[in-house]
């Protein structure tokens, strides 16, 4: 290894438009529940979003991320399964009046879209120590969810919508996926080409809760909001 430094090199200058284009892709990107079309994605669109995701900044460059894409329609079956125990677990949560509300949601596209992915997280990626991560041993987490958002903002670019699917026991995906314990489960993402989507975020679109407005998100030189966050009303 050198001991001498790399030089900087000049940063690059984004003309109006590639900026503008960056911004309506992060305005549209949506979380894509049962809007996905049957066509297969093309293999080298694929590997454009999973390049992108793999571009994502970690902590100390340890890179934790693996992707496993899932087509096989068995595993896919598996997996719905394990969705559709832990979703009825979910909906009992809710209060009385929300449950039917609840279930109305199409909040999976396992079977529907042509491709899952699981991104998944390598705690023992880069040794016991790593830089960064010194203080904190959940950065490489948040590096892997960098991933995942560099891989949605890429296929949304591409015309690919994508679909968080949250509901899940850890344990029964690790067990379907093949997962060994030291790696984590990131995100389970469904992944197809769309040509509808909500105007805005379908739990605003229905009327579940507004968008937050930025303004009131903002402090300056500390926390200025209240000391403990409201409960929400299940």
Not at 159 to 181: N, Q, T, Y
Not at 221 to 232: I, K, L, N, S, V
């Amino acid at each position: 290894m050198s001991d001498t430094p790399p030089a900087p090199q000049p940063a690059r200058r984004f003309s109006p438009q590639e900026r503008q284009a960056l911004y309506d892709v992060i305005a549209a990107r949506r979380d894509v529940r049962n809007e996905f079309e049957p066509t297969p994605i093309d293999p080298k669109a694929l590997r454009r979003v999973l390049a992108a995701a793999h571009a994502a900044p970690s902590v100390g460059f340890m890179q934790p991320w693996n992707f496993i894409l899932v087509r096989d329609e068995g595993v896919r079956r598996s997996v719905h399964a394990a969705f559709e125990a832990a979703n009825e677990e979910a909906r009992a949560m809710f209060s009385d009046d929300k449950q039917a509300d609840y279930a109305a949601l199409k909040l999976e596209g396992i079977l529907r879209a042509p491709l899952n992915i699981a991104v998944t997280c390598d705690r023992t990626r880069g040794g016991r120590v790593v830089l960064g991560r010194t203080h904190n041993r959940d950065m490489d987490l948040y590096s892997t969810v960098c991933a995942v958002q560099n891989l949605w903002l890429a296929a949304r670019a591409e015309g690919i919508g994508v679909g968080w699917v949250s509901i899940f026991r850890p344990d029964d995906l690790a067990r379907i996926l093949k997962v060994p314990d030291h790696v984590e489960i990131v995100a389970y993402l469904c992944v197809g080409h769309v040509s509808e989507l909500f105007k805005k975020p379908e739990l605003a679109a229905r009327g579940w809760r507004d968008r937050i407005d930025l303004d009131s998100l903002i402090m300056e030189d500390g926390w200025t909001g209240p000391a403990a966050a409201p409960e929400e009303d299940g």
